[in-house]
């Protein structure tokens, strides 16, 4: 499904539209948030600006209209087969400056003490036992109204705000306590102690590009594997995009919806509770009519039964093309992990068929000013020839210092001033929340390195945090290893595999590649043991099966041969034991 966060001047009659579309697509969920501009129930009377919509009363008060709204749209949502998840409260509501997009709102917030509220600052809605039992009130109201409907799916508190967690642990007791249908709860972000509560059923996060993003694939499937792995408990991106301060329309006007695809099967074979979750449904899917993209996963989907046992990444397989004569062209590694200390010891593997072991590489290198999110990246080749290693460096916040070590030994040290005006920058913006500069390079910084194995170490010597977007090794990846991801995962009788050519994403779409047809490609799967499988190939666009064939196992894994394709092809292998 996707997310429809809120209606427009139409109201009721936008969702009649959306989920009717939807359920013809064989689509089964949808995110709606209930606030202040959308069926929100508690809110300021007479609250200025486009971010209210309602007969609010004020504090501890219900907008009734818009709680029969919600009635509505629940009913529409039956008829339609989809499930709905409520987003009760998103950051704005708690932003005391404006925000980008002028979505700060605790000036109209009802618990503002200055609208007759208890909290005198935002801080205090989640610590004053004033505030906790008006929000305790409310939930009451919503489970004794709506938790009745087999269409609710889940309770999410907030939408991108990181409550605490003894409030989250407070409010999902109460939820499950109340709740006789004991629907699901979580939150859009939370920390370790937030993820770790019994009473939060699963995961979420949200992921956009900021203008340099070529595709949602790699970073879904890779939070996926990393939050089932680490917490035990389903992960959800409930919201994703090319970009977070603008519509995917935008960077794709002709609706080829090569990203939204991505997203879709990504998360969907990588452990994802389901397709990820696009955002941009009203000025993207349902003008350009992009609902199509739903029904091929969804029949797919219907194939297999997810429910039956537990599913395991597989992590040891190899996709080979023997033609030909082997050649070498670059390895690139997109710096993947957002803002904040990535889990593990960001020690990374890179190795020439393109696959780089050690989880996601983050984007930031903080200096020893943020020592408690300080990463500083360690790189493992192993070169057969002389090689240039690159770091594209992005958006420097007031001033760093890249270092980069080969062995242990300073192989270059760079400065990246930022400032106003002309520069050593591409553009500079000034951060006037934080009385300093950020300023744009997209510059490559570039170290050589002769044959054998070396460990690279970048980071940040001095200044604030700077971004980079992405790691390079030249004459690396052997054509032996086609420029395609491998996604699998297995179940005790069953595999799923989705092969994806790298160069099909939204950029080489706009720029007029024609997507490549991959032929002649085997991929052996190691940690498959039995000894054959039926395996049926699966056209992921027109939501049909191609072939079905019999593969046969050996000590060295079992062995496919690929269909040829174009873009990306998945397919679901049954095991026979032995």
């Keep these: 499904g996707e997310n429809v966060g809120w209606a427009g001047d139409r109201g009721t009659y936008e969702y009649e539209d959306w989920y009717t579309a939807l359920g013809k697509a064989k689509a089964n969920w949808a995110r709606v948030w209930m606030v202040a501009n959308n069926m929100g129930l508690e809110w300021t009377p007479s609250a200025p600006g486009r ?25 529409i949502a039956r008829k339609n087969g989809i499930a709905v998840m409520l987003c ?86 109460y939820l499950k306590t109340i709740d006789p249908y004991r629907h699901l709860v979580s939150n859009t972000y939370g920390t370790d102690a937030v993820w770790r509560l019994p009473t939060v059923d699963f995961t979420m996060n949200h992921h956009y590009g900021d203008g340099g993003l070529r595709d949602s694939a790699p970073i879904i499937a890779a939070q996926n594997m990393e939050m089932t792995t680490t917490y035990k408990k389903p992960h959800l991106m409930a919201e994703f995009g090319i970009d977070w301060k603008k519509s995917d329309r935008d960077s794709d006007p002709k609706g080829h919806a090569i990203n939204f695809h991505n997203g879709l099967w990504a998360s969907a074979m990588t452990r994802g509770m389901g397709g990820a979750a696009l955002w941009w449904w009203d000025n993207y899917v349902h003008p350009l009519n992009l609902y199509h993209e739903f029904t091929p996963l969804a029949d797919f989907a219907a194939r297999i039964p997810w429910a039956e046992s537990d599913w395991t990444p597989l992590t040891r397989f190899a996709l080979h093309q023997e033609s030909g004569p082997e050649t070498f062209s670059d390895l690139v590694v997109p710096a993947q992990y957002g803002w904040g200390k990535p889990p593990g010891a960001a020690e990374y593997t890179l190795r020439p068929d393109g696959q780089v072991t050690g989880g996601m590489v983050t984007q930031f290198l903080y200096s020893m000013g943020k020592a408690d999110l300080r990463t500083t990246p360690r790189f493992h080749l192993d070169l057969k020839r002389r090689a240039k290693f690159s770091v594209k460096v992005g958006q420097v916040m007031t001033g760093g210092t890249l270092k980069i070590s080969v062995d242990g030994a300073k192989a270059l040290e760079k400065e ?78 069953q595999v799923v595999v989705w092969i994806q050519d790298e160069r099909s994403n939204w950029v080489e779409d706009a720029a007029g590649v024609k997507p490549q047809e991959w032929k002649g490609l085997t991929l052996r799967l190691s940690e498959i043991t039995a000894p054959k499988a039926q395996v049926t190939w699966w056209d992921t666009r027109k939501g049909v099966a191609l072939v079905t064939e019999t593969a046969i196992g050996g000590k060295d894994g079992l062995m496919l041969k690929v269909p040829a394709f174009r873009r990306d092809i998945a397919a679901v292998l049954a095991l026979t034991p032995g």
């Excluded at 404006?98 to 700060?104: C, K, R, S, T």
């Excluded at 009802?110 to 906790?132: K, Q, V």
């Design 416 to 493: 990246f001033p930022t400032g106003e005006g002309k520069g050593p920058w591409k553009s500079t913006e000034a951060m006037t929340e934080y009385n300093t500069w950020r300023s744009t390079y997209d510059q490559d910084v570039t170290v050589e390195l002769p044959p054998g194995k070396h460990v690279v170490m970048v980071e940040n010597a001095a200044g604030d945090w700077m971004q980079v977007s992405e790691y390079r090794v030249s004459d690396y990846r052997s054509s032996r290893y086609p420029m395609a991801r491998v996604y699998a995962q297995r179940s005790p009788r």
């Design 88 to 173: 009760l409260g998103t950051y704005g509501d708690l932003k005391e400056d404006a925000g980008y997009f002028g979505e700060g709102n605790w000036k109209n917030n009802p618990y503002n003490i200055a609208n007759g509220g208890p909290c005198h600052s935002p801080a205090e809605f989640f610590t004053l036992p004033a505030a906790r039992k008006l929000y305790r009130q409310r939930l009451r109201y919503l489970v004794a109204r709506y938790a009745h409907s087999p269409q609710l799916f889940a309770w999410e508190f907030w939408n991108e705000f990181t409550a605490p967690a003894p409030w989250v642990d407070e409010m999902s007791r």
């Design 51 to 75: 971010w209210s919509r309602g007969e609010y009363a004020g504090v501890g008060r219900y907008a009734l209209d818009n709680a029969e709204r919600v009635d509505l749209m629940l009913d």
